[in-house]
């Protein structure tokens, strides 16, 4: 079975939110809430400053706390592409993923349950990249297997430099920022 | 029938006072109803602060229930006779309490009627659901405690029944308290000491619940304390109220201690608009310094002050609560340090939060179904001491206060 994670090139995103749109579009989100979001941060003193743009989502961690904390195991890996993915019909809505979560990533959807970034695990299944991969118009995001040594994301993760969101969380978060 | 340890049938507030529980409970439901239906966008909170007003009622009801028990645990395990007779009060008081709570944070879920979904699947690596079944063992054992106090036959299990359900309440405060503990996403809550604070929080919050309970049962059924309890009970109340304030000193001070909370630490206990303000003045001034006061001045002893104290160290929990569980999740994540940080996903930013109206009302809810299940229970069933060991005359009981 596949392990995927995300590779997003922050030298080449550019934050036309393209890839927010493509998710609300894909996956039929509720206005007023998203999966996935632009970040922006500046670091450093005019006239030494440095920029990054990030779009950031469920970090589909090795090791998630959401999916530790959930009481009755609603939030769980899935063995196709180890994702994480919340199983909305035994989902009771208590929110201690949401409290758990060090990125954010998760929200209360209008109809109770927690709803998050799937990896567009329908499209994944079909061998299709993720909705925000296939729209990105600077080909920023990467998607594939990390337990494959050659797809395109762990071929990247070899040559160039990277880092995660929160690593000292311990969460082993699998989207990578090419920086 | 001896009906000196049942609330007496006549008084005319029995009816207005099961009206008034029944009314407010039932404003709880149909404000969690209005959540339901309407969803979570007609309360204050969002996707930072998840636990609102609601889950503040909500923890207090459950961590005063295993704080109530106190008087039963210290008759039943540590063999105190004095307190005894007031033993099946504190269990029913224990069970009204987490009745409440539980009700309030079942309603509060996004999908309350999946509760059966909670009961039946089990993700034992959550520290959530150990607490569903910490909170339906500290029912089953508190009821089968007050059985073995009412009926006779069952008497002689009652100590062992006691030391369960006192071991049990210790671990219920504990589970509670790592709820939050455990919270890897949230700076404010990472110390293992939330499980001892909780523990020594819930015996004061526990015992002032009782002493006020204690103290309206009395006005309405005249079963006054015996002076020698109530000077005690004040000495342990005192000492509890002392112990929750060392240990959050200790936890702010060591929480200070490391150079990257402490900017979380001059937003909870400074700059923080309303928190540092609910922390200071109201649980640490009225809720712990001025309570303190009056148990151990000289001058203010007697059972108002005692009653004044029980009063405001209640008082003292919610703002405490407030603080902790409002302020705690306002403060935003440092993802990356030193970096500003602007998102289209309030990344970096302090989040706010305004009750809103049903929150209140459904946290009010949990207080009037506790309240309602407490007057029905000593109108129904003996859990009143006897008539006998009534002892004394309010000046009696002033001097022994003192």
């Given at each position: 079975m596949p392990r995927f994670g995300m590779v997003i090139d922050t030298r080449k995103?550019?934050?036309?939110m393209d890839c927010v749109v493509a998710c609300q579009t894909e996956n039929d989100v509720?206005?007023?809430?998203?999966r996935d979001w632009i970040t922006t941060e500046v670091r450093g003193d005019y006239p030494t400053l440095a920029l990054e743009i990030r779009s950031e989502r469920?970090?589909?961690?090795?090791?998630p706390p959401c999916v530790s904390c959930c009481p009755t195991g609603a939030s769980h890996v899935e063995e196709f592409g180890k994702t994480v993915q919340v199983t909305k019909e035994k989902c009771?809505?208590?929110?201690a993923c949401i409290a758990s979560c060090p990125y954010g990533a998760r929200y209360v959807h209008p109809k109770g349950y927690i709803d998050k970034c799937t990896f567009c695990d329908h499209r994944t299944r079909e061998g299709l990249d993720p909705a925000c991969v296939s729209v990105c118009p600077t080909h920023c995001m990467h998607f594939g297997?990390?337990?494959?040594?050659?797809s395109k994301v762990s071929e990247l993760l070899r040559t160039e430099k990277y880092h995660t969101i929160m690593p000292e969380a311990g969460t082993k978060p699998r989207v990578f920022y090419l920086i | 029938m001896d009906r000196s340890a049942y609330a007496r049938r006549d008084s005319p507030w029995f009816w207005l006072l099961v009206a008034a529980g029944a009314l407010l409970t039932l404003v709880g439901l149909l404000a969690a109803h209005a959540m339901e239906v309407?969803?979570?966008?007609?309360?204050?909170?969002n996707n930072q602060i998840v636990w609102g007003l609601p889950h503040v009622f909500a923890i207090f009801l459950i961590v005063a229930a295993s704080g109530v028990l106190n008087v039963a645990s210290i008759g039943?395990?540590?063999?105190?006779?004095?307190y005894k007779p007031w033993a099946p009060l504190s269990g029913l008081l224990c069970l009204a309490l987490l009745l409440g709570g539980l009700l309030v944070l079942l309603l509060d879920l996004?999908?309350?009627?999946?509760?059966v979904v909670a009961a039946t699947h089990y993700?034992?690596?959550s520290v959530f659901a150990w607490n569903v079944l910490l909170y339906s063992g500290m029912f089953a054992l508190v009821a089968g405690y007050l059985w073995t106090l009412l009926e006779r036959r069952w008497q002689p299990y009652a100590g062992a029944l006691g030391l369960a359900a006192f071991v049990w309440r210790l671990v219920l405060t504990t589970g509670t308290g790592s709820i939050f503990a455990f919270l890897v996403a949230r700076s404010a809550y990472g110390t293992a000491l939330l499980a001892p604070l909780f523990i020594v929080l819930s015996l004061s919050w526990g015992l002032a619940v009782f002493l006020l309970a204690q103290a309206a049962l009395d006005a309405w059924n005249h079963r006054p304390l015996p002076p020698d309890l109530c000077r005690r009970l004040r000495r342990l109340l005192g000492l509890f109220l002392a112990g929750g304030l060392l240990l959050t000193a200790v936890q702010h001070l060591t929480s200070a201690y490391f150079a990257r909370q402490l900017a979380l630490e001059r937003f909870l206990l400074q700059d923080g608009g309303p928190y540092p303000l609910l922390f200071w003045?109201?649980?640490?001034?009225?809720?712990g310094l001025l309570p303190l006061l009056l148990l151990f001045h000289p001058r203010a002893g007697g059972p108002r002050a005692l009653l004044a104290a029980a009063l405001l160290t209640l008082a003292g929990a919610f703002a405490w609560l407030y603080a902790f569980i409002i302020g705690g999740q306002a403060w935003p994540l440092?993802?990356?340090?030193?970096y500003a940080v602007r998102s289209s996903f309030a990344d970096g930013a302090i989040a706010t939060y305004t009750p809103r109206l049903p929150e209140l009302l459904l946290g009010l809810g949990g207080l009037g179904a506790a309240f309602l299940v407490t007057l029905v229970g000593v109108r129904v069933l003996p859990f009143l001491p006897p008539a006998?060991?009534?002892?004394?005359t309010p000046a009696a009981v002033t001097a022994a206060a003192k």
């Amino acid at each position: 079975m596949p392990r995927f994670g995300m590779v997003i090139d922050t030298r080449k995103c550019v934050g036309c939110m393209d890839c927010v749109v493509a998710c609300q579009t894909e996956n039929d989100v509720p206005n007023g809430y998203c999966r996935d979001w632009i970040t922006t941060e500046v670091r450093g003193d005019y006239p030494t400053l440095a920029l990054e743009i990030r779009s950031e989502r469920c970090n589909h961690c090795d090791n998630p706390p959401c999916v530790s904390c959930c009481p009755t195991g609603a939030s769980h890996v899935e063995e196709f592409g180890k994702t994480v993915q919340v199983t909305k019909e035994k989902c009771i809505g208590c929110k201690a993923c949401i409290a758990s979560c060090p990125y954010g990533a998760r929200y209360v959807h209008p109809k109770g349950y927690i709803d998050k970034c799937t990896f567009c695990d329908h499209r994944t299944r079909e061998g299709l990249d993720p909705a925000c991969v296939s729209v990105c118009p600077t080909h920023c995001m990467h998607f594939g297997d990390l337990d494959d040594p050659k797809s395109k994301v762990s071929e990247l993760l070899r040559t160039e430099k990277y880092h995660t969101i929160m690593p000292e969380a311990g969460t082993k978060p699998r989207v990578f920022y090419l920086i | 029938m001896d009906r000196s340890a049942y609330a007496r049938r006549d008084s005319p507030w029995f009816w207005l006072l099961v009206a008034a529980g029944a009314l407010l409970t039932l404003v709880g439901l149909l404000a969690a109803h209005a959540m339901e239906v309407e969803g979570h966008v007609i309360t204050g909170m969002n996707n930072q602060i998840v636990w609102g007003l609601p889950h503040v009622f909500a923890i207090f009801l459950i961590v005063a229930a295993s704080g109530v028990l106190n008087v039963a645990s210290i008759g039943s395990v540590f063999g105190q006779a004095a307190y005894k007779p007031w033993a099946p009060l504190s269990g029913l008081l224990c069970l009204a309490l987490l009745l409440g709570g539980l009700l309030v944070l079942l309603l509060d879920l996004g999908r309350p009627e999946r509760l059966v979904v909670a009961a039946t699947h089990y993700n034992f690596t959550s520290v959530f659901a150990w607490n569903v079944l910490l909170y339906s063992g500290m029912f089953a054992l508190v009821a089968g405690y007050l059985w073995t106090l009412l009926e006779r036959r069952w008497q002689p299990y009652a100590g062992a029944l006691g030391l369960a359900a006192f071991v049990w309440r210790l671990v219920l405060t504990t589970g509670t308290g790592s709820i939050f503990a455990f919270l890897v996403a949230r700076s404010a809550y990472g110390t293992a000491l939330l499980a001892p604070l909780f523990i020594v929080l819930s015996l004061s919050w526990g015992l002032a619940v009782f002493l006020l309970a204690q103290a309206a049962l009395d006005a309405w059924n005249h079963r006054p304390l015996p002076p020698d309890l109530c000077r005690r009970l004040r000495r342990l109340l005192g000492l509890f109220l002392a112990g929750g304030l060392l240990l959050t000193a200790v936890q702010h001070l060591t929480s200070a201690y490391f150079a990257r909370q402490l900017a979380l630490e001059r937003f909870l206990l400074q700059d923080g608009g309303p928190y540092p303000l609910l922390f200071w003045l109201g649980y640490v001034a009225l809720g712990g310094l001025l309570p303190l006061l009056l148990l151990f001045h000289p001058r203010a002893g007697g059972p108002r002050a005692l009653l004044a104290a029980a009063l405001l160290t209640l008082a003292g929990a919610f703002a405490w609560l407030y603080a902790f569980i409002i302020g705690g999740q306002a403060w935003p994540l440092d993802i990356f340090p030193g970096y500003a940080v602007r998102s289209s996903f309030a990344d970096g930013a302090i989040a706010t939060y305004t009750p809103r109206l049903p929150e209140l009302l459904l946290g009010l809810g949990g207080l009037g179904a506790a309240f309602l299940v407490t007057l029905v229970g000593v109108r129904v069933l003996p859990f009143l001491p006897p008539a006998e060991p009534a002892p004394t005359t309010p000046a009696a009981v002033t001097a022994a206060a003192k």
